[in-house]
C-alpha cells in the first residue's frame, strides 16, 4: 500500500515523501520483472525512462 501525503497542500518535504512511498512499491516491480525473466540491470534502466515521457510531468 503507498502511503498518502501528510497534507493535502503543498509542504516542504513532500517530494520526499512520496519518493518514499513509491519506493517499495517500486522495488515490488523490480523483483517482478526480475521473477518473469528481465534482468535486474534492465529494469532499473527502463522505469525511469518512461516517468520524463508522462503526460502529467511537469516542464523543467
Same mark, same amino acid.
Given at each position: 500500500? %503507498?502511503?498518502?501525503?501528510?497534507?493535502? +497542500?503543498? @509542504?516542504?518535504? &513532500? *517530494?520526499?515523501? /512520496? #519518493? #518514499?512511498?513509491?519506493?517499495?512499491?517500486?522495488? @515490488? $516491480? %523490480?523483483?517482478?520483472?526480475? $521473477?518473469?525473466?528481465? *534482468? &535486474? +540491470? +534492465?529494469?532499473?534502466?527502463?522505469?525511469?525512462?518512461? /516517468?520524463?515521457?508522462?503526460? @502529467? &510531468?511537469?516542464?523543467?
Amino acid at each position: 500500500m %503507498i502511503k498518502k501525503p501528510l497534507r493535502s +497542500e503543498q @509542504y516542504s518535504d &513532500r *517530494q520526499l515523501d /512520496c #519518493q #518514499q512511498a513509491l519506493e517499495l512499491a517500486v522495488h @515490488y $516491480v %523490480i523483483d517482478q520483472a526480475v $521473477v518473469l525473466g528481465w *534482468q &535486474r +540491470e +534492465e529494469a532499473l534502466l527502463a522505469r525511469w525512462p518512461s /516517468c520524463s515521457k508522462h503526460p @502529467y &510531468r511537469r516542464p523543467a
